[in-house]
């Protein structure tokens, strides 16, 4: 009883999720530090795919924007802990 609980609950957060492949790189963009917790798998792959599928020029762009604009890689906890992206996985301190 309580698997189909979880999977009912689950199937029903799964309806409401954003989908981000709607939405223009540039609004992705702005979205960063915003994503809530349960999407930040589904933007991170997003984001990635969408970088992949650019050119040199267009990753070269993209990539000196988000460092003029400040943008930190990594998400915050509720706590306001940074954590490292995929590749770390620690803490910020």
Same mark, same amino acid.
């Given at each position: ?27 992705? %963009?702005?979205?960063?530090? #915003? ?12 984001? %990635?795919? =969408?970088?992949?599928?650019? #050119?040199?020029?267009? =990753?070269? #762009? ?5 460092? %003029?604009?400040?943008? !930190? %890689? ?11 992206? #995929? =590749?770390?996985?620690? !803490?910020? =301190?």
């Amino acid at each position: 009883m309580k698997k189909i609980a979880i999977l009912s609950l689950l199937s029903i957060s799964l309806c409401f999720a954003t989908d981000y492949s709607l939405m223009s790189t540039e609004e992705l %963009q702005s979205m960063r530090g #915003s994503v809530p917790a349960e999407d930040r798998d589904a933007f991170k792959a997003e984001m %990635q795919s =969408r970088v992949q599928n650019m #050119s040199q020029e267009e =990753r070269d #762009s993209f990539k000196e924007n988000n460092s %003029q604009s400040g943008t !930190k %890689q990594g998400s915050q906890d509720g706590s306001g802990n940074m954590y490292k992206g #995929s =590749r770390g996985g620690g !803490k910020y =301190r």
